[in-house]
């Protein structure tokens, strides 16, 4: 089992400000190789309580252009972590960038079964305040009982995000 302390704050605005910075460094070494980079997961809606951990999505046409975009991320400082089991989004990991908030990275094609479902949620979410006032709580919940288990965390949201997927036509 892996161990890892679990903190959920309330929404903050320079979630989305540092989304915006480490973008503007992304498009730096990227700009005119991707079609976007999307802030998503759930410090990209305003409102919800989240990690303080920024997701981003970086989209591509399709993986003709993915080895470009690999050897700008790898020029940035970012290495190439493969799947991770999840088919259609190709996550990437960083060490020493003291000047962003921590973040994920990946990079998904236009068409991704994955990158579909980050927006739609994201997009789902940031329309309906219900939604967002019950996810945090739950995530909220979750954390205060499971502080040093992100499966056991994982595991208590899991009943919410599924009925929100399904109210969002998701799934």
């Excluded at 605005?13 to 989304?19: M, S, T, V």
């Excluded at 056991?152 to 009943?159: G, L, N």
Aim: glycine share 6%.
């Amino acid at each position: 089992m892996r161990t890892k302390h679990v903190v959920v704050l309330p929404y903050d605005q320079k979630w989305n400000d540092e989304f915006n910075k480490i973008k503007d460094e992304l498009l730096k070494e990227l700009n005119g190789k991707v079609i976007s980079i999307e802030h998503v997961g759930s410090t990209s809606v305003k409102g919800l309580s989240a990690k303080p951990i920024i997701d981003i999505d970086i989209v591509i046409k399709d993986y003709a252009s993915f080895d470009e975009v690999l050897h700008g991320l790898n020029r940035l400082g970012y290495a190439y972590e493969g799947n991770l089991g999840i088919p259609g989004r190709e996550a990437f990991k960083y060490e020493n960038k003291p000047q962003f908030m921590i973040h994920h990275i990946y990079v998904c094609t236009k068409d991704s079964t994955e990158l579909k479902r980050h927006i739609l949620f994201r997009d789902y979410l940031r329309c309906h305040k219900k939604a967002v006032e019950e996810y945090s709580r739950i995530k909220e919940e979750a954390a205060a009982l499971y502080p040093d288990n992100i499966e056991k965390y994982i595991e208590y949201k899991s009943p919410v995000i599924e009925k929100l997927y399904r109210e969002a036509g998701i799934v």
